[in-house]
């Protein structure tokens, strides 16, 4: 929550751009969003294998979707993201079901500049 306001606000990092969004508080539960450079050499160096999903190679999208709903969730990453079961919709949204949790989280991913993946996640009560 954002005190004196009836909004919720998350803010995410992506080297040195940072990425703000607020939602209406009413009827949410949580709300998150999550940003990563699309190309970061360090990063993909090291590799997306494992990431979010031991045993096969993650993307930058599939990670954003994951963070972005574990912000919503409030317990960040306390949850192991590999836990995070992300379901495309037809209409582009998506949802990710946290372990814990009875209802999913509703996401979709944020246009962006060509260097961003941008993705938020609200929970609503």
């Known amino acids: 929550m954002l005190e004196g ?5 998350s803010v995410a990092y992506a080297g040195r751009i940072a990425v703000a969004a607020v939602t ?23 590799g997306w294998d494992g990431v979010p999903v031991p045993g096969r190679r993650g993307t930058v999208r599939e990670w954003t979707r994951i963070e972005a709903a574990l912000k919503a969730d ?16 037809p209409d ?11 209802g999913p ?4 991913d944020v246009l962006a500049t060509s260097d961003l993946v941008v993705s938020a996640a609200i929970l609503r009560q």
Not at 5 to 9: A, E, I, V, Y
Not at 105 to 108: H, K, P, R, S, V
């Open 24 to 46: 209406p508080a009413a009827g949410t539960l949580g709300f998150g969003i999550d940003a990563e450079a699309r190309l970061d050499p360090v990063r993909d160096r090291a």
């Open 5 to 9: 306001t009836d909004l919720r606000g």
């Open 74 to 89: 409030g317990r960040g990453l306390a949850v192991d993201p590999g836990r995070v079961v992300v379901r495309e919709r």
């Open 92 to 102: 582009g949204t998506w949802s990710a079901t946290l372990p814990g949790r009875r």
């Open 105 to 108: 989280a509703e996401g979709w």
